[in-house]
């Protein structure tokens, strides 16, 4: 008792739960009475039971299972949240209730399932239920099937899905158990009731008997038709009004309940599974198929004729299996071979429905060209073949192949093709069968008509008789014009007979066989309503009265068909003779009139025509003789009259007879050559238009038009062929365009463009200009084949009428003009007829003839290339066709694999023909679109970025062409959504978007893509969800709400929440649907230039429906107003009195240290920082509660609603606050910030204008109130203003840039310059473009100060945008490096980095364009600029002091390089002594004031001076001011060397070379190296691109500026120490300015320019010698890289670049010691990632390869294994492809390695193991001398074989000699003297300043001239002469002051010699430059002594003396 006291003291609710079983029942009866009490659906008590529901009934024990289960239904029954438990409940149900032996326990559970059905839970139960007839138990079974049978009996086939349960049925009758198979039996019968016969073949496979059983059951059901008896919740209205209508009249049930039927018919094909028989073909079909026996061909067919058979097909590519079918029904002689492949087509056109339709356009040609066989059972297998072919595509897709045969001369294939039209116009309606598609098929019906064959008249008839009984009398009648009555009244007859599908008689005659035959393949019962709401079956008796008019009015047309009556009335009029006119004109014209019409007085003429003109004036028009008195007025002299008054009067009478008579195309043949003869005339021209205009009024313009232009070009007259063409073009304008025919002008309008006479040219301009306004685009492609100059004139004129809307024609044919009374919707009919009359009017040509077989196997060929090939033929066929016909043979099928191939490079060729196509094809394209147009939007699903943009380009093509309605018919557009590919689905989706709103009508089809729309909307990927919340409002506004709703049913309930919420708000911001256009000219005009009104008004809205009220009519309301009710709230109007009664208070609170507290939140991670992508909810939701504390809850309502609209409203009251409430605003300024920086995210334009208003206001009230943001605000709203930067409106993007100037009054512009250079990295380039300029802006206002955190890092990232790929931001980033050069200077170049050849050029070009002069600014300015920044601090700025330490500023071309040269980068300042710049800007309390500048005296520098004379200079008398006026004046004259002034660049080198002549004042040049050598080959580069192109220039100043640049340069390089602090990217830009400079063909065109070149030679020379050595190789090596890159480069120069590196190779024995090995490799391995080895291997020369082999060979050689403890820069060194081949060189050196004795000398470095095997040795020597026999490599042989003969003096050389040529030998032995000669010199030199022999810088060294002959000792003895003229003559270099010696500079010498001199003098003339120039250093004697050398000594001497004297004469 104790334990039944406890628990009845328990809550109901956790009674139910207790562990007692009495417990739980007294729970389940008392929770049962709640339930009954509470009346409130939604009382919160319900929620407390929501878990415990599915216990209630699944308890253990039976009888509290059995109240729980009460207990339960009266909770689903009231509980609003019971619909939650659904799926747990009916499980429970199932698996525990439906097994129990109680009968109430199964009622009850049936009760709740069917209770959950009524609660919209169909789906959910339904699963349930079919997941329960999988249970073991055969109960559950047998109760699952009752439950679904009596949901299906109450609710009907509408709410239970019969899909699903069909499909497990036939396992049920399976069953071993009797039950289950009886449950089953009835559940086919209750099925059967609602579906009728579509549930026949799911159930034909079932055993025989059971089915017997059905069929028995089945035919005792009652033939109406059942009713729903219970009906959901959202249905009870729907119930009421039908017990209502039952109660009152239940006949009126049964007919509403057949129209609402359609939607219910259940279409067999849709129950059953698709059976997929691809792979079960058989493999050797497409073998067999081509076999020479028919019997194999037989055997293979049946094959799949049997798999065919299936009713249903899973889709697949069947493109090689009707292709395999299509040929054998076209080619195969066998007949019954035909018939089966015809079976075959028909199974899979039926078993694959519109899946179907790709192939279509393939196969129907071909079956209507074999209606030629005569055998009924072949015919009735082609019938049944197209007949499921047109089934699975449209009318339109077909009519070109169908009319393609119409004209055939086989009268079989005639009637056939008539009769399938017959049967196809059945199932067509009025919308399907439209007047462009029917008008066609008409005309080719009435040639058959009039067949000589019965059969084809007879099947015509019939045709047209159910295109009249579909589309009604009306709408044919103006077709059937010229037919007799007896064969109208035929057609007539044949119509009364034809019943359309869903009728209940079938037709007679041929038609009733060729219907039945469709309608046993099942067509689609979905048609049948859609046809029973065609027009009326029984034409009118007054339908005959609506012909004339129609007639009439067609004579305006386009095609001029309609005035065919009265055309035939006009071409009949005979020709009359002379004597026959004269007769009739003596009737009605005055005997002196006709007396005098041929007098010789020109005044009796005059008279005689005023008389003939008051007779036309007072003559009747009906009795008017127009043919005779033309030929009066043309009688003798006619049209040749001298008199232009009388011939004026002549003209003019032309016209009134025209304008008044009965005027006949005769007749007008009679003048008209007249007065086009007279069109040009001054004085009777225009008479003669007026007369021309007259006769096109009479015999329309088309004629009248074509005559004109054909008379006037077969005259020569150029002013009667310019009138003419100017008279058309008004004539055009006045009578429209109708009938016009483009193809007869097109011709004459070329000829007109090819006159040499400028007026023609420009009449017939003129005149397409007009044409344009009426044909638009299309008639461009006329004249792409016209000259560019021509070409641009008609573009222009186009151009001109671009935007112009056609004029109203106001002039046409009299019948026309009197005719009256034409409907206006055939008005608008008629006028888009004539916009594609225009397209047809295009010469099309058939281009499938062209698409050969070889062409398509080319395009589906496994290489690529030849791929590729088929395709660029493809476009070339096209192309050359320009205009062409929709049939495309296999092509389409061709193309259609390629976009899916692997090779995207193919995919976009291909979408670019498709493109192509769709531009030539025109509106013929919509046939194509389910066959080429789906598979391009699958490609939308590419990861390429371009590819999709390719996609949807061509896509857009199309659409352009077709219209939308094609793509969306059909399943394609939903089957392509399912894939579960983000980029396709958010493409598609975006392009929905923008295409539904502006259709008027769309396919009920749409309506298949819901739930794939509802799928995106929570699809993973965002901008996916984003795109399908902007289509949604535009499927919405098509579809509607309710439907809408509807299909959320079946989604699961999370989902179905969410998506029930979008929907509502997509609702209140739902579009309207545009408005049915007034006409064409209309639609086109808001196309052209302003969109739609309902369509611009609906697109700022719809981006915006997530805050907009649930209410479509809302934006209808003004703001101001209130709304009216949305569905379930409606706003009381006392809330809002209230609302405005609480807004009179203050709307923001000042809470005390409010900000200061989020700050500290933020800070301490407590809430979310403000940081985002896009907003999620918790950041809102985060806002608003921070909100809550200060503002006005009224006011956090407005800001937080759905509706845009209220965010208006809240920003306009809080500007109207802004003042009043300044404080209060300030205090929550973080948080409306914040608010606004969540509407930056909206695309609301309206509330985005607002938000950018109230901003500036604002920023303004803050800077006026003197705020400054702190970093809190900033950070969480600076980003996000800079992301609308990139808006693409542009009002938007200018107030934001207004917003971001002031920014920097209450933000310090330093700190704002980061946030944009964080918007330079956007991917969008608009807004890329914007921050820069905005960056351009700061420094230009700001200077160099705004760049954080320092300008060379900040200058390297903007100078990366000038090569984006985006124009604008290219511009951008140029003019903000500009506003920096503005700045800064020349400093410029150092701070923006290493930038390629092309950015670089271009920088320059822009910086010479825009660059201002950069001038120091005066004081005054100085001041007003740093008061109107914020750090007013001048000291800050960045001076152009290039030398100033103020930072590391790389220079500009290898910034990466230099990071590595601590040596050359600046001191590093220590914080102490650092601007605190954030301090300065925010400090505005002090006032500076500018320091004093330093002044130089420099006015002396800019006195010309005297150029020097090449002899000894005197020190400058102004030196040591100079000098003393510290480093800033040299740096001033560096500046001045880069100048484009030549006089005064040379000037400031002259200076600099005094400074370097001096040593003890050359040390100041000390820190200042890399600056001038910038200077100087800047300046290089200048002369290089302008002054050497100038011809103005006197190209000896020019050779003076050379002078002296290398002047100072050798001067500069004899200094070592200065030398070696050039940086490695200052000397590669130096060595690439010189070696360029070698090259310049135009230097040796100046006096002297071989001295020049052989100075710059001696000049590489010193540079390669005294540079750092470490810094030069390093320049070398990435100079030779980028000119193997450059592929715009010259070949020499990559050669020299090696042979430089060739030099440093020879010395590196010498300077290994001081090389740092990390770099070099790294530069190695940089040059090797660029250049693998294969690739190397694959450039042009060799040499580039072997030069780095050599180089590592001996660098391994020099320091052994060591050297891969060098590779610590590399990071990746695993990954190197160096780091293998230094292993492999020094494993395969391993033994030369390890008896390295010294290092440093080279004889050490190639020591070998003494105890070498002879075999090594044999190696090692064999290896030599094939590089010796080689031509590239002779020198490095003889030079190894030196070295080996040094270290083994007792090597045997004869084995390898003897069996050479004499010549070899000789060479060998010379080479090696050479050598020897060569290095004993060097070894007595203590400098390495020599000159470089000619290793590797020649291809060839031996003694072999260019043709490979032997050199005699005379040829080099006549060279040694002319190397001793050299000598002399170019001994005039400028010498230099050393100390008080003089000492003349080394001789030129040449290092770099052209390829035409020979290199035996090269090696001659290089010996003897190293001995002279050894002996000078040797004995340190100013005068010249003797030079060793091979020569004779006698030669020696007397070159000596010659020198000397030569010297001594230019002294």
Not at 269 to 281: A, D, G, N, Q, T
Not at 596 to 611: G, I, P, T, V, Y
Request: hydrophobic share 40%; glycine share 6%; charged share 30%.
């Amino acid at each position: 008792m104790g334990d039944d006291s406890e628990w009845i003291k328990l809550p109901i609710d956790q009674k139910c739960e207790h562990k007692l079983w009495k417990a739980r029942l007294n729970g389940y009866e008392e929770s049962l009475k709640l339930f009954q009490r509470i009346e409130d659906e939604k009382s919160p008590e319900w929620g407390k039971y929501l878990g415990l529901i599915k216990k209630f009934v699944t308890d253990s024990n039976a009888m509290a299972q059995l109240k729980g289960l009460e207990a339960a239904l009266a909770y689903i029954e009231k509980a609003h949240v019971a619909a939650k438990t659904t799926g747990e409940v009916v499980s429970g149900v199932v698996t525990k209730v439906f097994n129990q032996p109680k009968a109430r326990a199964k009622e009850l559970g049936m009760d709740i399932c069917l209770m959950y059905i009524e609660m919209e839970k169909a789906e959910v139960v339904q699963d349930e239920l079919l997941k329960g007839l999988d249970n073991k138990n055969p109960k559950i079974i047998v109760s699952c099937i009752e439950t679904l049978r009596k949901g299906l009996s109450e609710f009907g086939s509408k709410i239970i899905t019969l899909k699903p349960v069909v499909k497990v049925l036939p396992k049920q009758f399976e069953s071993r158990e009797k039950a289950v198979r009886d449950e089953a039996k009835l559940l086919a019968v209750e099925i059967y009731r609602w579906i009728r016969d579509a549930l026949r073949p799911p159930l034909q496979n079932i055993n025989s008997v059971q089915l017997k059983e059905l069929e028995e059951e089945w035919v005792k059901l009652p033939s109406s038709a059942p009713k729903q008896s219970r009906f959901l919740r959202s249905q009870q209205d729907l119930k009421a009004k039908f017990e209502q209508q039952q109660a009152s009249q239940g006949d009126e049930v049964d007919g509403d309940d057949d129209d609402g039927e359609p939607a219910v018919q259940v279409d067999p094909y849709e129950l059953l599974e698709p059976v997929e028989i691809l792979s079960k073909i058989p493999k050797d079909f497409y073998d067999k198929i081509e076999a020479k026996k028919w019997q194999e061909r037989k055997e293979v067919l049946e094959a799949v004729e049997i798999l065919v058979k299936n009713p249903k097909l899973e889709n697949g590519d069947f493109g090689d299996l009707v292709r395999a079918l299509k040929k054998v029904v076209g080619k195969d002689a066998n007949v019954m071979l035909v018939t089966l492949a015809a079976k075959c087509l028909a199974g899979l056109a039926a078993g694959l429905r519109k899946k179907f339709g790709t192939y279509a356009g393939l196969v129907v040609p071909t079956i209507l060209e074999k209606f030629k066989e005569k055998k009924p059972q072949v015919v009735q297998a082609l019938q049944e073949a197209i007949d499921a072919v047109f089934l699975t595509t449209t009318l339109q897709n077909l009519s070109e192949d169908i009319l393609g045969v119409m004209d055939n001369k086989n009268p079989s294939i005639k009637q056939q093709a008539s009769l399938f039209l017959a049967r196809s116009f059945r199932h067509c309606t009025t919308s399907t069968l439209p007047k462009s598609v029917l008008k066609p098929f008409c005309a080719a019906l009435l040639k058959q008509v009039n067949d000589s064959a019965p059969e084809v008249r007879d099947a015509a008839f019939e045709a047209l008789g159910t295109a009249m009984r579909v589309v009604g009398e009306k709408a044919v009648n103006p077709f059937l014009t010229d037919l007799d009555k007896l064969k109208l009244d035929k057609i007539k007859e044949c119509a009364d007979k034809v019943e359309l599908p869903g009728g209940k008689k079938a037709g007679g005659g041929v038609g009733a066989e060729k219907k039945e035959k469709p309608a046993s393949k099942a067509p689609a019962p979905a048609e049948a309503p859609s046809r029973s709401s065609g027009p009326p079956r029984k034409a009118p008796a007054a339908i005959k009265s609506s012909g004339p008019p129609k007639k009439g009015k067609s004579t305006s047309a386009p095609a001029g068909k309609g005035k065919k009556g009265l055309e035939t009335k006009e071409v009949i009029e005979t020709e009359l003779s002379l004597e026959v006119c004269e007769e009739r004109s003596a009737v009605v014209l005055p005997a002196s009139c006709m007396q005098l019409l041929d007098s010789a007085n020109w005044k009796e003429r005059l008279a005689s025509m005023e008389e003939f003109q008051r007779a036309v004036e007072q003559m009747d028009s009906a009795e008017m003789p127009c043919q005779a008195l033309v030929k009066m007025l043309a009688k003798k002299p006619g049209w040749k009259e001298t008199n232009f008054q009388v011939m004026q009067m002549k003209l003019h009478i032309v016209g009134l007879v025209a304008q008044r008579g009965s005027f006949s195309k005769t007749s007008a043949s009679v003048v008209l050559d007249g007065l086009v003869d007279k069109v040009g005339d001054v004085k009777c021209g225009g008479k003669a238009k007026e007369g021309l205009t007259a006769i096109g009024e009479a015999c329309s313009l088309p004629w009248t038009a074509e005559q004109v232009v054909s008379m006037a070009f077969a005259q020569k007259n150029p002013k009667n062929q310019a009138e003419a063409l100017n008279w058309l073009a008004n004539a055009m304008k006045e009578f429209g365009f109708a009938g016009i025919n483009v193809k007869g002008f097109i011709s004459h309008v070329k000829t007109a463009l090819g006159a040499t006479n400028p007026a023609v040219r420009m009449a017939a301009i003129a005149l397409l200009g007009v044409m344009y306004l009426y044909m638009g685009a299309p008639l461009r492609m006329f004249f792409e084949d016209e000259k560019p100059a021509l070409l641009a004139q008609i573009d222009a004129e186009f151009e001109k009428m671009q935007g112009q809307s056609t004029p109203a024609p106001f002039r046409g044919t009299k019948k026309g003009a009197e005719e009256v009374g034409e409907e206006p919707d055939e008005q608008q009919q008629e006028e888009e007829g004539g916009a594609v009359d225009i397209m047809d009017l295009l010469p099309r040509a058939d281009i499938s003839d062209k698409i050969t077989s070889d062409m398509v196997s080319k395009i589906g060929d496994k290489n690529w290339k030849i791929r590729k090939e088929g395709l660029d033929e493809a476009a070339a066929v096209i192309s050359e066709a320009k205009f062409i016909l929709p049939p495309l043979g296999e092509l389409s099928l061709a193309l259609r694999g390629r976009l899916s191939d692997s090779n995207k490079i193919l995919v976009q060729q291909t979408l670019s023909i498709l493109q192509q196509i769709a531009t030539a094809m025109g509106p013929g394209l919509k046939q194509h679109v389910k066959s080429l147009g789906m598979p391009i939007i699958t490609v939308l699903g590419d990861s390429k970025t371009n590819v999709r943009a390719a996609a949807m380009a061509t896509l857009q093509a199309w659409v352009e062409q077709t219209g939308m309605k094609e793509w969306l018919e059909g399943e394609d557009l939903s089957e392509e959504l399912k894939r579960e590919n983000p980029f396709l689905r958010q493409e598609v989706l975006g392009w929905l978007a923008e295409k539904l709103p502006t259709m008027r009508v769309v396919p009920g089809d749409l309506m298949l893509c819901v739930p794939q729309l509802y799928g995106c909307l929570e699809d993973r990927n965002g901008d996916v969800r984003k795109k399908a919340q902007e289509a949604l409002p535009m499927f919405m506004m098509h579809l509607g709400f309710d439907k809408m709703n509807k299909a959320t049913g079946k989604l699961k309930t999370s989902s179905k929440d969410q998506v029930i919420g979008m929907l509502e708000k997509a609702r209140a911001v739902m579009p309207a649907k545009p408005e049915a256009p007034a006409g064409k000219a209309g639609t086109s005009k808001a196309s052209n230039g302003k969109a739609a009104p309902a369509l611009s008004k609906a697109k700022p809205e719809s981006d915006d429906y997530g805050f907009g009220e649930p209410k479509a009519e809302a934006k209808k309301i003004k703001p101001g107003a209130p709304k009216k009710g949305s569905v379930g709230k409606k706003p009381p109007v006392k809330a809002s009195v209230k609302d405005d009664e609480d807004r009179s208070g203050p709307i923001f609170i000042l809470v005390p240290n409010g900000k200061e507290q989020r700050i500290r939140e933020e800070k301490g991670l407590k809430v979310l920082k403000w940081n985002f992508m896009t907003p999620r909810d918790e950041y809102v939701e985060q806002l608003k509660t921070q909100m809550s504390t200060c503002m006005a809850k009224w006011l956090q309502d407005e800001l937080f609603h759905f509706d845009f609209q209220r965010h208006v409203r809240a920003i306009s009251t809080m500007m109207e606050r802004m003042e009043e409430e300044s404080d209060a605003t300030i205090g929550c300024l973080d948080l409306i910030l914040k608010w606004f920086t969540l509407r930056f995210f909206d695309t609301n334009t309206t509330v985005l204008m607002k938000v950018l208003e109230y901003l500036k206001m604002l920023f303004a009230m803050l800077s006026r109130q003197n705020y400054h943001l702190n970093e809190y605000e900033a950070s969480s709203f600076i980003p996000y203003l800079i992301l609308k930067v990139g808006e693409s409106k542009d009002v938007v993007r200018k107030d934001v840039r207004a917003i971001l100037a002031m920014l920097c009054k209450v933000y310090p512009a330093s700190k704002v310059f980061p946030f944009l250079m964080d918007g330079t990295k956007s991917k969008n380039s608009k807004q890329r473009a914007e921050c820069l300029d905005e960056l351009g802006n700061l420094i230009g206002n700001y200077g160099m100060n705004v760049c954080q955190p320092t300008p060379a890092k900040s200058l390297k990232e903007i100078a990366v945008h000038i090569g984006d790929r985006d124009t604008s931001v290219r511009n951008a980033a140029l003019n903000t490096v500009v506003a920096v050069y503005n700045v800064c200077g020349e400093q410029v170049y150092k701070l923006i980095g290493n930038l390629s050849e092309k950015d670089m050029s271009m920088l320059e070009e822009r910086i010479k364009r825009s660059a201002k002069k950069v001038q120091a600014p005066p004081p005054k300015q100085a001041a007003e600029r740093s008061q109107r920044e914020n750090p007013p601090n001048p000291t800050a700025t960045f001076i152009r002091k290039p030398a100033q330490v103020q930072e590391e500023v790389p220079n500009r071309l290898n910034q990466a390089r230099q990071n590595a040269h601590h040596d050359q980068s600046a001191p590093f300042i220590p914080k102490e002594f650092q601007l605190d710049l954030d301090m300065i800007e925010n400090d505005h309390t002090r006032v500076r004031e500018l320091p004093d500048l330093v002044q130089h005296k420099l006015d002396e520098l800019l006195e010309p001076i005297v150029i020097p004379e090449p002899k000894i200079r005197s020190v400058s008398p102004h030196f040591d001011d100079l000098h003393n006026s510290t480093a800033s004046t040299i740096n001033f004259v560096i500046s001045q060397v880069a100048s484009g002034d030549i006089n005064t660049s040379i000037q400031a080198l002259a200076q600099i070379d005094e400074v370097l002549r001096q040593e003890d004042k050359a040390e100041a040049m000390s820190g200042h190296i890399d600056q001038f050598l910038i200077a100087t080959f800047m300046q290089l580069r200048l002369i290089y691109n302008t002054h050497m192109a100038d011809d103005r220039l006197d190209k000896r100043d020019i050779f003076k500026l050379y002078s002296c640049i290398i002047g100072n340069m050798l001067s500069l390089f004899s200094m070592e120490s200065l030398a070696r602090e050039a940086s490695m990217g200052v000397l590669k830009d130096l060595m690439h300015g010189l070696i360029t400079l070698m090259l310049d063909a135009r230097v040796e065109d100046i006096e002297d320019g071989q001295q020049l070149i052989r100075s710059v030679n001696l000049l590489v020379v010193r540079v390669l010698e005294k540079s750092d050595q470490t810094n030069i190789l390093s320049a070398l090596l990435v100079l030779l890289q980028d000119s193997l890159t450059t592929t715009a480069g010259s070949p020499m120069f990559s050669e020299l670049v090696m042979k430089c590196l060739w030099r440093m190779i020879r010395f590196l024995p010498e300077t290994i010691s001081s090389i740092n090995l990390d770099r070099i490799l790294l530069d190695v391995h940089n040059f090797m990632k660029v250049f693998p080895k294969e690739k190397l291997k694959q450039l042009k020369s060799d040499v580039p390869h072997r030069t780095l082999k050599t180089l590592l060979h001996t660098l391994c050689k020099l320091t052994g294994a060591k050297i891969l403890d060098h590779l610590s820069m590399i990071e990746n060194r695993n990954e190197s492809e160096l780091e293998a081949h230094l292993r492999r060189v020094v494993k395969h050196s391993g033994n030369l390695s390890g008896f390295k004795s010294d290092r440093g000398t080279e004889k050490g470095a190639l020591r070998m193991d003494d105890r070498m095997s002879k075999a090594k040795v044999s190696d090692i020597l064999s290896e030599i001398f094939k590089k010796i026999g080689s031509k590239e490599n002779t020198k490095e042989g003889l030079t190894e074989l030196y070295e080996y003969k040094q270290n083994y003096s007792d090597a045997d050389l004869e084995p390898f000699l003897r069996n050479t040529s004499q010549f070899f030998q000789s060479y060998v032995e010379r080479g090696l003297r050479i050598i020897e000669s060569e290095r004993e010199g060097k070894n007595r030199i203590q400098s390495t300043g020599l000159v470089i022999p000619q290793h590797g810088l020649d291809s060839g060294s031996g003694p072999l001239n260019t043709n490979g002959e032997e050199l005699k000792p005379a040829v080099y003895y006549e060279r040694l002469k002319i190397l001793r003229q050299r000598q002399g003559l170019e001994n005039n270099s400028r010498q230099q002051q050393g100390g008080e010696e003089e000492r003349e500079r080394p001789p030129v010498t040449s290092l770099l010699s052209k390829p035409s001199v020979a290199s035996s003098t090269d090696m001659l003339h290089s010996k003897l430059s190293q001995l002279k120039e050894s002996r000078e250093l040797y004995q340190h004697d100013p005068a010249h002594s003797p030079t060793r050398s091979s020569s004779p000594s006698a030669n020696l001497d007397d070159l000596k003396k010659r020198l000397e004297r030569i010297k001594s004469n230019r002294q």
